[in-house]
Structure formats: structure tokens, C-alpha cells
């Protein structure tokens, strides 16, 4: 344990190099991750002032207060390795990698945690910036804001071990562009991104039960606006539970069967 925590340390440094190094690109990234949900902030917020309101019970506030959370919520969440895997297969790097006593996911789980540690103060001082011209509707419970704590995290880890795992895909075929699209399409649409899923038809709410997008977002968001009871977040929990699990599983099996047909293309 001491090994990988000196290994995790020094990836640390690596990764905050590289994004110091890269301070545009970061600049950039960092405004892609507001634009979406402020795009749907500002639809949904002109749709409920222009019926009476608000919609399906949400005002004008608390679209603000949900979108704006689910902002921050979403970038806390986020991985990027389902776009990198194929270049990697593609291009022969992760070779090195393969080679190294320790696992590869340990790089990317250092680099995920430290590329949030650096940019969530911006993200915070954005989302600061949208409650002022917004004015979102936002009345944290004090169990709630202790319980977001776990729940984050777990969602993050669902979320990292279940695109991980799709990202292996590009063992199999080095053009994963398509399958990273349907998962994306899922994501957006199943997680409350789009909309809070409270608004959506039973059957969609349903499906977005069982699969694992709404517990990697929308759950979050929900319990942070505390709108969730304590029984539903218990369950939600058992929800991420169940998903990192499979999740760790499912890794795994992929993981060991993509090794035996891994070829590095190369450029």
C-alpha cells in the first residue's frame, strides 16, 4: 500500500505539470463542461417564465439550482478515458504501460483525481458566478450535504470503472468513436442532464433506474438540492453499490480477455 501511495504521488506531480504546461487547453475544457448544462439551464428557466412559472413543478429557481449543481456535480464525475483508450491501442502506447509492475488504472485514477483538484476551484467560482445571475432556488438539507460527501465519490466510481471498461472495446476494434457516442447519447438522456428526470415519462424514469447514469449525476444533484428522502438515498446508495461492483467485475473479465488479442498498431 505504501508502494502504490508513493506511485500515486509522483502521478500527481506528473499530471499537475501537465496541465500547468497546458493552461489554454485546460482554459478550454473547463468552458465545454458549462456550456451544456448552461444551454439547458437557460431553455428550461425561459420554459417555466412562460408557463405560469414553473414546470412539472420546478420554477424558474430551481432549474437554476438543479442545472447549476448538476454543472458542478458532472465535472466531479467526469472521466475522459473512454476517448483516449483507442488512440492508445491505435498508436502502440500503451505498450510501455503493460510493462510496468503496476496496473495501468492507477495512472488514471491519479490523473482523473488530479486534474478535479485543479480545476474545481474554477468550476466553483463559475457556478458562484450563474447563482448571481440566475438566482437559483438552493436549500440544502444538512443530512443531505453530510451524505454528498460518499455519494460522490461513489459516483465517481461507478462512473470511472463502467467507462473504463467500455473503453477496452478498443481491444477489439481500434474505431470506438461509434459505441463512445451511444454511450454518451445514454449518459446524456438517462442521467438527468438533459432534463430532471422527475419531468420524464414513468417508463424512461424506470430504465433509469437500473441502468448506472442517473446514479453517476442525477442522484447527486438530487440529494445536494435535497429533494431525495432518506429511504430513497439508502436505495440510491445500494444502486452505486451494486454498479461499482459490477462494474470492478466486468473490468476485470475485459480486461484479461482484451489482453490476449491486444496488438499494438502503431502510427
Known amino acids: 500500500m505504501r508502494g502504490l501511495a508513493d506511485i500515486y504521488a509522483q502521478q500527481f506531480k506528473v499530471t499537475i505539470a501537465s496541465f500547468l504546461q497546458y493552461r489554454a487547453a485546460l482554459v478550454i475544457w473547463?468552458?465545454?463542461?458549462?456550456?451544456?448544462p448552461l444551454i439547458y439551464l437557460v431553455v428550461w428557466t425561459t420554459v417555466s417564465r412562460s408557463?405560469?412559472?414553473s414546470v412539472g413543478g420546478f420554477t424558474a429557481g430551481d432549474f437554476a439550482a438543479y442545472f447549476i449543481v448538476l454543472m458542478v456535480v458532472n465535472h466531479m464525475t467526469y472521466t475522459w478515458i473512454m476517448y483516449e483508450?483507442?488512440?492508445r491501442v491505435r498508436q502502440g502506447t500503451l505498450s510501455p504501460d503493460l510493462l510496468r509492475p503496476v496496473h495501468p488504472i492507477h495512472s488514471d485514477i491519479a490523473d482523473n483525481i488530479?486534474?478535479?483538484?485543479?480545476?474545481?476551484?474554477?468550476?466553483?467560482?463559475?457556478?458562484v458566478i450563474l447563482g448571481f445571475i440566475f438566482r437559483p432556488a438552493f436549500h440544502p438539507v444538512?443530512?443531505?450535504l453530510a451524505a454528498f460527501v460518499p455519494v460522490v465519490l461513489l459516483a465517481f466510481l461507478?462512473?470511472?470503472?463502467v467507462e473504463w471498461t467500455l473503453a477496452l472495446a478498443a481491444f477489439w476494434t481500434t474505431r470506438v468513436s461509434a459505441l463512445n457516442q451511444m454511450y454518451f447519447m445514454a449518459m446524456l438522456f438517462f442521467s438527468g442532464q438533459i432534463a430532471p428526470l422527475e419531468l420524464l415519462p414513468h417508463p424512461v424514469r424506470v430504465i433509469a433506474f437500473v441502468l448506472p447514469f442517473r446514479w453517476t449525476v442525477g442522484f447527486p444533484?438530487?440529494?445536494?438540492l435535497g429533494r431525495l428522502t432518506p429511504v430513497q438515498v439508502l436505495t440510491g446508495i445500494g444502486m452505486q453499490a451494486a454498479w461499482l461492483m459490477a462494474g470492478l467485475v466486468l473490468m476485470r473479465l475485459v480486461w484479461r480477455a482484451g489482453?490476449?488479442?491486444?496488438?499494438?498498431?502503431?502510427a
Not at 461507478?158 to 470503472?161: A, D, E, G, L, Y
Open 158 to 161: 461507478v462512473r470511472f470503472f
Open 114 to 127: 488530479t486534474s478535479k483538484l485543479i480545476t474545481l476551484p474554477g468550476m466553483l467560482a463559475i457556478a
Open 30 to 36: 473547463l468552458i465545454g463542461h458549462v456550456l451544456e
Open 85 to 87: 483508450y483507442e488512440y
Open 142 to 144: 444538512p443530512w443531505a
Open 221 to 224: 444533484t438530487e440529494l445536494l
Open 259 to 266: 489482453l490476449k488479442v491486444y496488438t499494438a498498431v502503431g
Open 51 to 53: 408557463t405560469e412559472g
